[in-house]
Protein backbone atom coordinates (compact mmCIF):
# COMPACT_ATOMS: atom_id res chain seq x y z
CA UNK A 1 0.00 0.00 0.00
CA UNK A 2 1.29 3.34 -0.87
CA UNK A 3 2.28 5.04 2.43
CA UNK A 4 1.65 8.82 2.79
CA UNK A 5 3.17 11.53 5.14
CA UNK A 6 2.47 14.82 6.91
CA UNK A 7 3.50 18.00 6.22
CA UNK A 8 5.33 19.96 9.45
CA UNK A 9 7.57 22.75 9.87
CA UNK A 10 8.61 22.23 6.39
CA UNK A 11 9.47 18.30 6.93
CA UNK A 12 7.99 15.32 6.53
CA UNK A 13 7.30 13.04 8.84
CA UNK A 14 4.97 10.56 9.85
CA UNK A 15 1.85 10.62 12.10
CA UNK A 16 1.23 9.58 15.78
CA UNK A 17 -0.27 6.45 14.51
CA UNK A 18 -1.45 5.62 10.57
CA UNK A 19 -4.87 4.52 9.26
CA UNK A 20 -6.08 3.04 5.84
CA UNK A 21 -7.28 5.23 3.29
CA UNK A 22 -10.62 3.07 1.04
CA UNK A 23 -10.51 3.60 -2.75
CA UNK A 24 -14.33 4.18 -2.98
CA UNK A 25 -14.76 2.68 -6.39
CA UNK A 26 -13.52 -0.61 -4.83
CA UNK A 27 -14.06 -0.38 -1.23
CA UNK A 28 -10.87 -1.58 -0.53
CA UNK A 29 -7.76 -0.11 0.87
CA UNK A 30 -5.06 1.47 -1.07
CA UNK A 31 -3.07 3.67 0.75
CA UNK A 32 -1.83 4.44 4.77
CA UNK A 33 -2.16 7.93 5.85
CA UNK A 34 -0.65 9.62 8.69
CA UNK A 35 -2.83 10.06 11.31
CA UNK A 36 -2.15 13.39 13.72
CA UNK A 37 -2.94 13.54 17.18
CA UNK A 38 -2.54 16.25 20.03
CA UNK A 39 1.21 15.80 19.90
CA UNK A 40 1.57 16.46 16.39
CA UNK A 41 -1.20 19.12 16.39
CA UNK A 42 1.24 21.14 18.96
CA UNK A 43 3.92 20.84 16.53
CA UNK A 44 1.96 22.39 13.63
CA UNK A 45 1.01 25.10 15.55
CA UNK A 46 4.10 25.94 16.91
CA UNK A 47 5.82 25.64 13.80
CA UNK A 48 3.28 28.01 12.29
CA UNK A 49 3.32 30.37 15.53
CA UNK A 50 6.96 30.52 15.60
CA UNK A 51 6.95 31.73 11.83
CA UNK A 52 4.14 33.86 11.84
CA UNK A 53 6.76 35.64 14.55
CA UNK A 54 9.50 35.12 12.56
CA UNK A 55 10.89 38.27 10.84
CA UNK A 56 11.48 36.39 7.51
CA UNK A 57 7.99 36.07 7.38
CA UNK A 58 6.71 39.47 8.98
CA UNK A 59 9.52 42.29 7.33
CA UNK A 60 8.75 40.00 3.99
CA UNK A 61 6.67 42.40 1.60
CA UNK A 62 3.37 41.75 0.55
CA UNK A 63 4.69 41.43 -2.98
CA UNK A 64 7.13 39.14 -1.89
CA UNK A 65 4.35 37.16 -0.48
CA UNK A 66 2.54 37.38 -3.68
CA UNK A 67 5.36 36.00 -6.04
CA UNK A 68 5.25 32.86 -3.68
CA UNK A 69 2.01 32.34 -3.91
CA UNK A 70 2.64 32.50 -8.38
CA UNK A 71 4.84 30.03 -7.99
CA UNK A 72 2.58 28.24 -6.48
CA UNK A 73 0.45 28.69 -8.70
CA UNK A 74 2.01 27.43 -11.33
CA UNK A 75 3.52 24.01 -9.97
CA UNK A 76 0.02 23.52 -8.85
CA UNK A 77 -0.50 24.44 -13.15
CA UNK A 78 2.33 22.12 -13.89
CA UNK A 79 1.19 19.01 -11.25
CA UNK A 80 -2.49 18.89 -12.17
CA UNK A 81 -3.03 16.00 -13.38
CA UNK A 82 -0.84 14.01 -10.85
CA UNK A 83 -3.41 16.41 -8.13
CA UNK A 84 -5.95 14.95 -9.98
CA UNK A 85 -5.17 11.36 -9.94
CA UNK A 86 -4.38 11.16 -6.18
CA UNK A 87 -8.20 13.42 -5.53
CA UNK A 88 -9.83 10.90 -7.96
CA UNK A 89 -8.09 7.87 -6.06
CA UNK A 90 -8.58 8.75 -2.36
CA UNK A 91 -12.69 10.64 -3.38
CA UNK A 92 -13.94 8.86 -5.80
CA UNK A 93 -14.37 12.53 -7.42
CA UNK A 94 -14.77 11.65 -11.19
CA UNK A 95 -11.40 11.98 -13.25
CA UNK A 96 -13.32 14.37 -15.72
CA UNK A 97 -14.37 16.92 -12.75
CA UNK A 98 -10.92 16.85 -10.83
CA UNK A 99 -8.52 17.21 -14.03
CA UNK A 100 -11.34 20.61 -14.50
CA UNK A 101 -11.05 21.55 -10.84
CA UNK A 102 -7.52 21.60 -10.25
CA UNK A 103 -6.49 23.82 -13.36
CA UNK A 104 -8.82 26.41 -11.97
CA UNK A 105 -7.12 25.64 -8.50
CA UNK A 106 -4.46 27.47 -10.19
CA UNK A 107 -6.12 30.79 -10.88
CA UNK A 108 -7.61 30.86 -7.08
CA UNK A 109 -3.86 31.32 -6.09
CA UNK A 110 -3.18 33.40 -9.21
CA UNK A 111 -5.85 35.52 -7.96
CA UNK A 112 -5.04 35.77 -4.42
CA UNK A 113 -0.72 36.34 -5.48
CA UNK A 114 -1.84 39.78 -7.25
CA UNK A 115 -4.51 40.46 -4.42
CA UNK A 116 -1.72 40.38 -1.79
CA UNK A 117 -0.18 43.76 -2.36
CA UNK A 118 -3.52 45.25 -2.75
CA UNK A 119 -4.78 44.77 0.71
CA UNK A 120 -4.56 48.40 1.68
CA UNK A 121 -5.17 50.42 4.94
CA UNK A 122 -6.57 53.71 5.41
CA UNK A 123 -5.73 57.16 6.47
CA UNK A 124 -9.01 58.77 8.21
CA UNK A 125 -10.49 62.19 8.26
CA UNK A 126 -10.19 62.52 11.95
CA UNK A 127 -12.10 65.14 13.57
CA UNK A 128 -9.25 66.42 16.05
CA UNK A 129 -6.62 69.04 13.97
CA UNK A 130 -3.28 67.74 16.22
CA UNK A 131 -4.04 63.95 14.96
CA UNK A 132 -3.04 61.72 12.20
CA UNK A 133 -4.86 58.22 12.36
CA UNK A 134 -4.48 55.44 9.99
CA UNK A 135 -5.53 52.01 9.50
CA UNK A 136 -3.54 48.93 8.93
CA UNK A 137 -4.68 46.00 8.35
CA UNK A 138 -2.83 43.11 10.06
CA UNK A 139 -2.76 39.35 9.74
CA UNK A 140 -5.03 37.98 11.87
CA UNK A 141 -2.20 35.08 13.30
CA UNK A 142 -2.34 31.77 12.77
CA UNK A 143 -5.15 29.80 11.19
CA UNK A 144 -7.13 26.69 11.43
CA UNK A 145 -8.19 25.61 8.20
CA UNK A 146 -10.13 22.13 8.19
CA UNK A 147 -12.07 20.84 5.14
CA UNK A 148 -14.17 18.05 4.48
CA UNK A 149 -13.61 15.09 1.78
CA UNK A 150 -15.26 16.84 -1.53
CA UNK A 151 -12.90 19.19 -3.35
CA UNK A 152 -10.50 19.20 -0.81
CA UNK A 153 -7.59 21.03 -3.27
CA UNK A 154 -10.27 24.28 -4.24
CA UNK A 155 -11.72 24.21 -0.49
CA UNK A 156 -7.99 24.46 0.79
CA UNK A 157 -7.25 27.01 -1.99
CA UNK A 158 -9.89 29.62 -0.99
CA UNK A 159 -8.36 29.25 2.79
CA UNK A 160 -4.66 28.79 2.07
CA UNK A 161 -4.55 31.55 -0.37
CA UNK A 162 -6.19 34.58 1.06
CA UNK A 163 -4.70 33.52 4.24
CA UNK A 164 -1.40 34.05 3.09
CA UNK A 165 -1.83 36.80 0.78
CA UNK A 166 -2.92 38.58 4.02
CA UNK A 167 0.14 36.92 5.94
CA UNK A 168 -1.16 34.87 8.30
CA UNK A 169 0.47 31.13 8.28
CA UNK A 170 -1.73 28.01 8.61
CA UNK A 171 -2.25 24.79 9.63
CA UNK A 172 -4.47 22.73 7.65
CA UNK A 173 -6.12 19.27 8.57
CA UNK A 174 -7.46 17.42 5.92
CA UNK A 175 -10.26 15.12 5.97
CA UNK A 176 -9.62 11.29 6.92
CA UNK A 177 -12.18 10.69 4.59
CA UNK A 178 -9.38 11.00 1.59
CA UNK A 179 -6.91 13.14 2.64
CA UNK A 180 -3.77 12.19 -0.20
CA UNK A 181 -4.63 14.80 -2.54
CA UNK A 182 -3.29 17.52 0.55
CA UNK A 183 -0.83 15.38 1.12
CA UNK A 184 0.74 14.90 -2.12
CA UNK A 185 -0.19 18.95 -2.57
CA UNK A 186 2.18 19.77 0.27
CA UNK A 187 5.14 18.20 -1.99
CA UNK A 188 4.41 20.64 -4.37
CA UNK A 189 3.71 23.49 -1.70
CA UNK A 190 7.17 22.76 -0.39
CA UNK A 191 8.64 23.44 -3.78
CA UNK A 192 7.57 27.11 -3.69
CA UNK A 193 10.23 28.99 -1.52
CA UNK A 194 8.22 29.64 1.34
CA UNK A 195 9.67 30.03 4.63
CA UNK A 196 9.29 26.35 6.57
CA UNK A 197 6.40 26.48 8.64
CA UNK A 198 4.32 28.80 6.94
CA UNK A 199 2.16 26.13 6.37
CA UNK A 200 1.42 22.96 7.89
CA UNK A 201 -0.87 19.49 6.83
CA UNK A 202 -2.23 17.30 8.64
CA UNK A 203 -4.56 14.68 8.42
CA UNK A 204 -6.57 12.43 11.33
CA UNK A 205 -10.19 12.30 12.90
CA UNK A 206 -12.49 15.32 14.44
CA UNK A 207 -12.21 14.49 18.28
CA UNK A 208 -8.35 13.65 18.40
CA UNK A 209 -7.08 16.04 15.74
CA UNK A 210 -9.84 18.35 14.38
CA UNK A 211 -10.60 19.51 17.86
CA UNK A 212 -7.78 19.95 19.84
CA UNK A 213 -6.86 22.23 16.66
CA UNK A 214 -9.60 24.72 16.52
CA UNK A 215 -9.34 24.77 20.66
CA UNK A 216 -5.90 25.17 20.51
CA UNK A 217 -4.73 28.68 22.45
CA UNK A 218 -2.27 29.73 19.83
CA UNK A 219 -5.15 29.57 17.07
CA UNK A 220 -6.11 32.95 15.71
CA UNK A 221 -9.12 32.60 13.55
CA UNK A 222 -10.82 28.76 12.27
CA UNK A 223 -11.93 28.45 8.76
CA UNK A 224 -13.63 25.61 8.20
CA UNK A 225 -15.49 23.89 5.64
CA UNK A 226 -18.46 21.16 6.58
CA UNK A 227 -21.11 19.98 7.99
CA UNK A 228 -23.76 22.42 10.53
CA UNK A 229 -23.13 19.92 13.39
CA UNK A 230 -19.10 19.44 13.29
CA UNK A 231 -19.54 23.67 12.72
CA UNK A 232 -21.18 23.92 16.30
CA UNK A 233 -18.17 22.05 17.98
CA UNK A 234 -16.31 24.21 16.41
CA UNK A 235 -17.73 27.41 17.54
CA UNK A 236 -17.94 26.26 21.09
CA UNK A 237 -14.23 25.24 21.13
CA UNK A 238 -12.97 28.61 19.39
CA UNK A 239 -15.08 30.19 23.12
CA UNK A 240 -11.46 28.93 24.50
CA UNK A 241 -9.55 31.75 23.20
CA UNK A 242 -12.03 33.86 21.48
CA UNK A 243 -10.91 32.31 18.03
CA UNK A 244 -12.22 34.34 15.31
CA UNK A 245 -14.33 32.12 12.59
CA UNK A 246 -15.28 31.24 9.16
CA UNK A 247 -18.02 28.68 8.15
CA UNK A 248 -19.16 27.49 4.60
CA UNK A 249 -21.90 24.59 5.97
CA UNK A 250 -23.81 22.60 3.54
CA UNK A 251 -26.92 23.80 1.79
CA UNK A 252 -30.49 22.64 0.58
CA UNK A 253 -30.45 24.65 -2.68
CA UNK A 254 -33.58 25.19 -4.48
CA UNK A 255 -33.47 25.48 -8.38
CA UNK A 256 -36.46 27.55 -9.48
CA UNK A 257 -37.40 26.88 -12.61
CA UNK A 258 -40.83 29.13 -14.33
CA UNK A 259 -42.83 28.20 -17.35
CA UNK A 260 -41.32 30.90 -19.66
CA UNK A 261 -37.84 29.51 -19.01
CA UNK A 262 -35.20 27.99 -21.74
CA UNK A 263 -36.07 24.82 -20.67
CA UNK A 264 -33.24 22.84 -22.53
CA UNK A 265 -30.98 25.17 -20.50
CA UNK A 266 -32.63 24.42 -17.83
CA UNK A 267 -32.72 20.37 -17.99
CA UNK A 268 -28.92 20.50 -18.29
CA UNK A 269 -28.17 23.21 -15.56
CA UNK A 270 -30.65 21.18 -13.15
CA UNK A 271 -28.45 17.66 -14.02
CA UNK A 272 -25.12 19.35 -13.53
CA UNK A 273 -26.73 21.21 -10.30
CA UNK A 274 -27.71 18.05 -8.77
CA UNK A 275 -25.67 14.85 -10.10
CA UNK A 276 -22.11 16.41 -10.99
CA UNK A 277 -20.09 15.61 -8.46
CA UNK A 278 -21.96 12.84 -7.66
CA UNK A 279 -24.15 15.30 -5.71
CA UNK A 280 -21.47 15.76 -3.54
CA UNK A 281 -21.04 19.45 -3.22
CA UNK A 282 -22.37 22.10 -1.08
CA UNK A 283 -24.27 24.20 -3.51
CA UNK A 284 -26.15 20.86 -5.03
CA UNK A 285 -29.55 22.51 -6.45
CA UNK A 286 -31.20 19.91 -4.42
CA UNK A 287 -34.62 21.13 -4.84
CA UNK A 288 -36.09 21.30 -7.87
CA UNK A 289 -39.25 23.78 -7.37
CA UNK A 290 -40.63 23.85 -10.69
CA UNK A 291 -44.05 25.61 -12.36
CA UNK A 292 -46.88 23.47 -12.50
CA UNK A 293 -48.09 23.63 -15.79
CA UNK A 294 -44.39 22.28 -17.08
CA UNK A 295 -43.71 19.80 -14.24
CA UNK A 296 -44.67 16.73 -16.23
CA UNK A 297 -42.40 17.73 -19.42
CA UNK A 298 -39.45 19.10 -17.10
CA UNK A 299 -39.68 16.12 -15.09
CA UNK A 300 -40.12 13.53 -18.07
CA UNK A 301 -36.75 15.29 -19.84
CA UNK A 302 -34.87 14.93 -15.99
CA UNK A 303 -35.81 11.29 -16.20
CA UNK A 304 -34.19 11.02 -19.56
CA UNK A 305 -31.18 12.21 -18.89
CA UNK A 306 -30.69 10.73 -15.81
CA UNK A 307 -31.06 7.26 -17.27
CA UNK A 308 -28.63 7.72 -19.49
CA UNK A 309 -25.76 9.39 -17.36
CA UNK A 310 -22.77 6.96 -17.93
CA UNK A 311 -21.86 4.99 -14.16
CA UNK A 312 -18.35 4.10 -14.52
CA UNK A 313 -14.78 4.23 -12.62
CA UNK A 314 -14.10 7.58 -11.56
CA UNK A 315 -10.54 7.28 -13.22
CA UNK A 316 -12.33 6.43 -16.95
CA UNK A 317 -13.05 9.91 -18.91
CA UNK A 318 -15.74 8.66 -20.12
CA UNK A 319 -17.55 8.93 -16.72
CA UNK A 320 -20.57 11.24 -15.12
CA UNK A 321 -21.20 10.03 -12.07
CA UNK A 322 -18.91 7.86 -9.69
CA UNK A 323 -18.99 6.76 -6.79
CA UNK A 324 -19.49 7.77 -3.15
CA UNK A 325 -16.81 8.81 -0.60
CA UNK A 326 -17.90 6.55 1.89
CA UNK A 327 -20.23 3.92 2.83
CA UNK A 328 -21.87 5.84 5.39
CA UNK A 329 -22.69 8.64 3.31
CA UNK A 330 -24.82 5.73 0.61
CA UNK A 331 -26.50 4.32 3.86
CA UNK A 332 -27.25 7.77 5.14
CA UNK A 333 -29.06 8.19 1.35
CA UNK A 334 -30.49 5.20 1.59
CA UNK A 335 -31.89 5.90 4.69
CA UNK A 336 -33.39 9.28 3.93
CA UNK A 337 -34.96 7.83 0.98
CA UNK A 338 -36.88 5.12 2.52
CA UNK A 339 -38.07 7.53 5.24
CA UNK A 340 -39.54 10.51 2.84
CA UNK A 341 -40.90 7.70 0.38
CA UNK A 342 -42.75 5.87 3.70
CA UNK A 343 -44.08 9.80 4.16
CA UNK A 344 -45.29 9.84 0.54
CA UNK A 345 -42.61 11.23 -1.75
CA UNK A 346 -42.35 9.30 -5.15
CA UNK A 347 -39.53 7.98 -6.64
CA UNK A 348 -39.67 8.74 -9.80
CA UNK A 349 -36.22 7.21 -10.69
CA UNK A 350 -33.38 5.58 -9.17
CA UNK A 351 -32.92 4.40 -5.69
CA UNK A 352 -31.49 1.40 -5.51
CA UNK A 353 -27.80 0.60 -5.11
CA UNK A 354 -26.05 -1.10 -8.47
CA UNK A 355 -24.80 -4.50 -7.43
CA UNK A 356 -21.08 -5.02 -7.17
CA UNK A 357 -18.11 -3.21 -5.37
CA UNK A 358 -17.75 0.43 -4.71
CA UNK A 359 -19.71 2.70 -3.04
CA UNK A 360 -21.75 3.73 -6.38
CA UNK A 361 -25.40 5.49 -6.11
CA UNK A 362 -27.61 5.97 -8.98
CA UNK A 363 -29.04 9.59 -9.99
CA UNK A 364 -32.24 9.47 -8.47
CA UNK A 365 -35.73 12.19 -8.48
CA UNK A 366 -37.95 12.23 -5.99
CA UNK A 367 -41.55 13.60 -6.19
CA UNK A 368 -42.32 15.31 -3.29
CA UNK A 369 -45.53 17.46 -4.33
CA UNK A 370 -47.86 15.00 -1.56
CA UNK A 371 -45.04 15.02 0.70
CA UNK A 372 -43.49 18.85 1.19
CA UNK A 373 -42.21 18.06 4.76
CA UNK A 374 -40.34 14.50 3.58
CA UNK A 375 -37.06 14.36 5.13
CA UNK A 376 -35.64 14.58 1.53
CA UNK A 377 -36.96 18.15 1.26
CA UNK A 378 -35.36 19.17 4.26
CA UNK A 379 -32.16 17.50 4.94
CA UNK A 380 -28.75 18.08 2.91
CA UNK A 381 -28.16 14.20 1.04
CA UNK A 382 -24.64 14.71 0.04
CA UNK A 383 -25.46 12.28 -2.87
CA UNK A 384 -27.41 12.72 -6.48
CA UNK A 385 -30.66 12.94 -4.85
CA UNK A 386 -32.79 15.81 -6.33
CA UNK A 387 -36.06 16.35 -4.39
CA UNK A 388 -39.01 18.00 -6.69
CA UNK A 389 -41.73 20.46 -4.92
CA UNK A 390 -43.85 22.57 -7.30
CA UNK A 391 -45.82 26.19 -7.58
CA UNK A 392 -48.20 27.98 -9.39
CA UNK A 393 -47.66 31.41 -8.55
CA UNK A 394 -43.94 33.49 -7.83
CA UNK A 395 -45.16 34.37 -4.85
CA UNK A 396 -45.36 30.55 -3.83
CA UNK A 397 -42.20 30.04 -5.38
CA UNK A 398 -40.74 32.46 -3.61
CA UNK A 399 -42.21 30.67 0.05
CA UNK A 400 -40.84 27.30 -0.71
CA UNK A 401 -36.95 28.65 -1.79
CA UNK A 402 -37.20 30.18 0.82
CA UNK A 403 -38.74 27.73 3.67
CA UNK A 404 -35.45 25.93 4.43
CA UNK A 405 -32.40 26.90 7.35
CA UNK A 406 -29.92 26.46 5.12
CA UNK A 407 -28.74 29.31 2.34
CA UNK A 408 -25.89 28.96 0.38
CA UNK A 409 -27.14 28.77 -2.96
CA UNK A 410 -30.06 29.06 -5.38
CA UNK A 411 -31.13 28.71 -9.19
CA UNK A 412 -32.96 30.65 -10.91
CA UNK A 413 -34.25 30.34 -14.56
CA UNK A 414 -36.87 32.38 -15.93
CA UNK A 415 -36.54 34.97 -19.35
CA UNK A 416 -38.79 37.19 -17.20
CA UNK A 417 -36.12 40.15 -16.71
CA UNK A 418 -38.61 41.69 -13.70
CA UNK A 419 -39.60 39.11 -11.87
CA UNK A 420 -35.73 38.18 -11.94
CA UNK A 421 -35.12 41.10 -10.28
CA UNK A 422 -38.03 40.34 -8.08
CA UNK A 423 -36.71 37.27 -6.84
CA UNK A 424 -33.00 37.57 -6.44
CA UNK A 425 -33.99 40.26 -3.88
CA UNK A 426 -35.94 37.83 -2.19
CA UNK A 427 -34.20 34.64 -2.46
CA UNK A 428 -32.41 34.21 1.25
CA UNK A 429 -28.72 32.59 -0.15
CA UNK A 430 -25.65 33.62 -0.45
CA UNK A 431 -25.85 33.16 -4.12
CA UNK A 432 -27.91 33.48 -6.57
CA UNK A 433 -27.57 32.19 -10.31
CA UNK A 434 -29.68 33.25 -12.61
CA UNK A 435 -30.12 31.21 -15.86
CA UNK A 436 -27.03 29.38 -15.04
CA UNK A 437 -25.54 27.09 -11.87
CA UNK A 438 -22.47 26.31 -10.53
CA UNK A 439 -20.42 28.66 -11.69
CA UNK A 440 -17.16 29.89 -9.66
CA UNK A 441 -14.80 32.26 -9.94
CA UNK A 442 -11.88 33.12 -7.69
CA UNK A 443 -12.90 36.97 -8.22
CA UNK A 444 -16.58 36.45 -6.74
CA UNK A 445 -16.96 35.88 -3.16
CA UNK A 446 -19.07 32.48 -1.81
CA UNK A 447 -20.55 31.95 1.58
CA UNK A 448 -24.21 31.57 3.22
CA UNK A 449 -26.75 33.07 4.93
CA UNK A 450 -28.52 31.07 8.01
CA UNK A 451 -27.38 27.34 8.75
CA UNK A 452 -25.14 27.67 6.07
CA UNK A 453 -22.39 29.88 7.65
CA UNK A 454 -20.82 32.65 7.90
CA UNK A 455 -17.98 34.62 6.34
CA UNK A 456 -17.02 34.26 2.76
CA UNK A 457 -14.60 32.27 0.75
CA UNK A 458 -13.43 33.88 -2.72
CA UNK A 459 -12.58 37.51 -3.93
CA UNK A 460 -11.12 40.45 -2.11
CA UNK A 461 -14.11 39.69 1.10
CA UNK A 462 -11.72 36.30 1.57
CA UNK A 463 -8.68 38.16 2.25
CA UNK A 464 -9.95 40.45 4.65
CA UNK A 465 -11.21 37.70 6.75
CA UNK A 466 -7.60 36.96 7.61
CA UNK A 467 -6.95 40.46 8.95
CA UNK A 468 -7.74 42.70 11.70
CA UNK A 469 -7.51 46.61 11.65
CA UNK A 470 -5.27 48.78 13.84
CA UNK A 471 -5.63 52.07 14.20
CA UNK A 472 -2.37 54.30 14.66
CA UNK A 473 -3.12 57.56 16.05
CA UNK A 474 -0.47 60.06 16.03
CA UNK A 475 -0.24 63.49 17.68
CA UNK A 476 1.27 66.35 15.08
CA UNK A 477 1.65 69.14 18.07
CA UNK A 478 4.55 69.69 19.56
CA UNK A 479 2.18 71.95 22.79
CA UNK A 480 2.28 69.78 25.95
CA UNK A 481 -0.82 67.75 26.28
CA UNK A 482 -3.06 69.59 28.03
CA UNK A 483 -5.04 68.34 30.85
CA UNK A 484 -4.65 63.95 31.36
CA UNK A 485 -7.75 63.87 32.99
CA UNK A 486 -9.77 65.07 30.41
CA UNK A 487 -10.27 62.45 27.27
CA UNK A 488 -9.95 64.20 24.06
P1 LIG B 1 -17.88 17.06 8.58
O1 LIG B 1 -18.38 18.30 9.21
O2 LIG B 1 -18.21 15.76 9.19
O3 LIG B 1 -16.27 17.07 8.51
C1 LIG B 1 -15.56 18.14 7.97
C2 LIG B 1 -14.19 18.21 8.63
O4 LIG B 1 -14.34 18.51 10.00
C3 LIG B 1 -13.38 16.91 8.55
O5 LIG B 1 -12.03 17.24 8.28
C4 LIG B 1 -13.51 16.35 9.96
O6 LIG B 1 -12.44 15.53 10.36
C5 LIG B 1 -13.54 17.61 10.78
N1 LIG B 1 -14.13 17.45 12.11
C6 LIG B 1 -15.06 16.53 12.51
N2 LIG B 1 -15.36 16.72 13.81
C7 LIG B 1 -14.62 17.76 14.24
C8 LIG B 1 -14.50 18.44 15.49
N3 LIG B 1 -15.20 18.09 16.56
N4 LIG B 1 -13.65 19.49 15.56
C9 LIG B 1 -12.95 19.90 14.48
N5 LIG B 1 -13.00 19.28 13.28
C10 LIG B 1 -13.83 18.23 13.15
O7 LIG B 1 -18.34 17.15 7.08
P2 LIG B 1 -18.24 16.02 5.95
O8 LIG B 1 -19.32 15.03 6.17
O9 LIG B 1 -16.84 15.56 5.80
O10 LIG B 1 -18.56 16.94 4.67
C11 LIG B 1 -19.82 17.18 4.21
C12 LIG B 1 -20.35 18.52 4.69
O11 LIG B 1 -19.53 19.61 4.25
C13 LIG B 1 -21.71 18.78 4.07
O12 LIG B 1 -22.61 19.28 5.02
C14 LIG B 1 -21.42 19.80 3.00
O13 LIG B 1 -22.48 20.55 2.57
C15 LIG B 1 -20.34 20.61 3.63
N6 LIG B 1 -19.61 21.35 2.60
C16 LIG B 1 -19.76 22.71 2.54
C17 LIG B 1 -19.11 23.45 1.56
C18 LIG B 1 -19.24 24.94 1.49
O14 LIG B 1 -18.40 25.59 0.90
N7 LIG B 1 -20.27 25.55 2.04
C19 LIG B 1 -18.28 22.81 0.64
C20 LIG B 1 -18.17 21.43 0.73
C21 LIG B 1 -18.82 20.73 1.73
Redo the contacts with the bound molecule.
Sequence with gaps: MQQFQQYIDGAFSDGAAQFESKDPATGQPWALMPEARAEDVNRAVNAAERVFLDPEWTNMTATQRGKLLLRLSDLIAENAPRLAEFETRDTGKIIRETSAQIAYVAEYYRYYAGLADKIEGAFLPIDKPDMQVWLRREPVGVVAA??????QLF?SAVKIGPALAAGCTVVL?????GPAPMLEFARIFDQAGFPKGVLNIITG???DC??V??SHPKVAHVA???????AR??VR?SANNLASTSL????KSPFIVFEDADLDSAVNAQVSGIFAATGQS?VAGSRLVIQRSIKDEFLARLKEKAENVVIGSPQDMATEVGPLCTLRQRDRALDLIDRSVAQGARLVIGGQVPEGAGYFFPPTILDCTDAPDAPCVTN?F?GPVLSVLSFETEAEALAIANDTQFG?ASGLFTRDLTRAHRMMRGIRAGIVWVNTYRAVSPIAP?G?FGL??HGREGGVEAALEYTKTKAVWLRTSDDPIPDPFVMR
Excluded at 146 to 151: A, G
Excluded at 173 to 177: D, G
Design positions: VVPWNSLKASEEFGPGSLTFTGGPETHINELGGCEFLFGSG
